[in-house]
Structure formats: C-alpha cells, structure tokens
C-alpha cells in the first residue's frame, strides 16, 4: 500500500524559505518508472502544478516559479523535498506531495493528506 | 490564468448525467494523456481517470473520460450526493516541459 505523507514548517515570514518533506512508503524511487510531485492549493483556487521528480533524478517545474523551486530526493531515507525561496504571502496554501507511475501515465494515483502553511509577518 | 480551460460549476439533480469540459491545447491535451480528480474540502484530491479513458481499481464506472483533439470531457452518471466535489482535469504540456490543471468545475447536485 503506497502512502505519502508531507511535512514542514505551518508558519514562514515573508522571503523566508520553505522547505517541505515528503515521507514515503510502498514504492521507492529507485526503480524504474517512479515520480513523485508537488500540488499546491491556495485558499478558495485551483490545484497548481508545482515540480516532479522522476526516478533517474529527471526534474521538471512550473515554469512560473522556476527559479524558487528545488526538488530533490533521497531514495535511502524515502523522502522527495522540496525547497522554495522568498516566500510571499500568495504562497500561502495547502501543499500535497503525490505518488506517480510510468503505468497510470504519470498521472497522480496517490496523495499525500497536505500541509497547510501559511506566509505572514 | 489555468492552462487548461473548465467551467466553473456544474449542476445536475440526483439521478442524472452531467458532463464536465476541459479545453486545452496541441501542446497539451492534444499530445498527452489526460487525467481527473476529485476533490473534496478537507481532503487529498482522488484520481478517477487516467490515460484519458481508464480508471484506477475501485472507481465506479459512473465515471468516464475522453477526448477528443485539444479536449477533454469527464462524464458522471446516476449523480449522488456524495458527488458534490471540484473536479480537475491534468495533463501534460510539452511547450511549458511541465504538469498542468484545470481551473476546477465545481459540481452540484441540485
């Protein structure tokens, strides 16, 4: 049974950087065909796309917030992160990691529960 | 500004079908496969479709997908009450080399 769970802080300042953990379990990211992604939900909007990370460390993010954003994994501890620089309060949000497979199409089967932070002075 | 177009909302009464669009691009839903999910408040977004067309183990075949050159269409039949969620339609865009979702359709069943 595959289950993800995400992690980090539910309070940064302004131009602080977040940084979120996902721990996994039921996959690893060493074989072939594996993804782990990051999805983010503002207040009252849509889903947002943030980053994915492939099992050969092929790493792809949202153009939009290309040059804050840091995905890495570490495949001995199970864990995906990621990283985002100067945060703003319009960053504030529910973030998921998720669980995604070569076989599904890289579409998002499993979900982490979320965490919500929150980006104020 | 989503990449992938939806309506807002959708209403429909218990029992009936409703249909949910997703309009998008050749540079996304017409190269790549397109997913659905939905989500409740408070919860982890679901998958119901992938690969266009197919659904995980233990989705009902209430729900359906397809497409059709730069759309989408998710397709709910025998509306419950329990249906009542956003629904949002993925993909990949080839130009962005990066994931994208809909704005989300917020059903109601009336």
């Known amino acids: 049974q595959i289950t993800l769970k995400e992690s980090g802080p539910t309070l940064v300042k302004p131009t602080q950087t977040l940084t979120l953990t996902c721990n996994f379990s039921?996959?690893?990211?060493?074989?072939?065909?594996?993804?782990v992604g990051w999805i983010r939900q503002p207040p009252g909007k849509a889903l947002e796309w943030l980053a994915l990370i492939y099992w050969d460390d092929d790493q792809r993010y949202n153009p939009s917030l290309r040059s804050r954003l840091i995905i890495t994994k570490d495949t001995t501890k199970d864990q995906v992160v990621l990283t985002m620089t100067n945060m703003d309060p319009m960053d504030t949000g529910t973030y998921y990691c998720a669980h995604a497979s070569q076989l599904l199409r890289y579409a998002f089967d499993i979900w982490g529960q979320g965490t919500l932070v929150t980006v104020s002075s | 500004q989503s990449v992938l177009t939806q309506p807002p909302s959708v209403s429909a009464a218990p029992g009936q079908k409703v249909t949910i669009s997703c309009s998008g691009s050749s540079f996304n839903i017409g190269l790549n496969y397109v997913s659905w999910y939905q989500h409740l408040p408070g919860t982890a977004p679901k998958l119901l479709i992938y690969d266009n067309d197919k659904r995980p183990s233990g989705i009902p075949d209430r729900f359906s997908g397809s497409t059709s050159g730069a759309s989408a269409t998710l397709g709910i039949t025998g509306l419950q009450t329990g249906d009542e969620a956003d629904y949002y339609c993925?993909?990949?865009?080839?130009?962005?080399?990066?994931?994208?979702f809909g704005g989300g359709t917020k059903l109601t069943v009336l």
């Open positions: 993925g993909t990949w865009d080839s130009s962005l080399s990066a994931g994208v």
């Open positions: 039921g996959f690893s990211l060493s074989p072939s065909g594996e993804a």
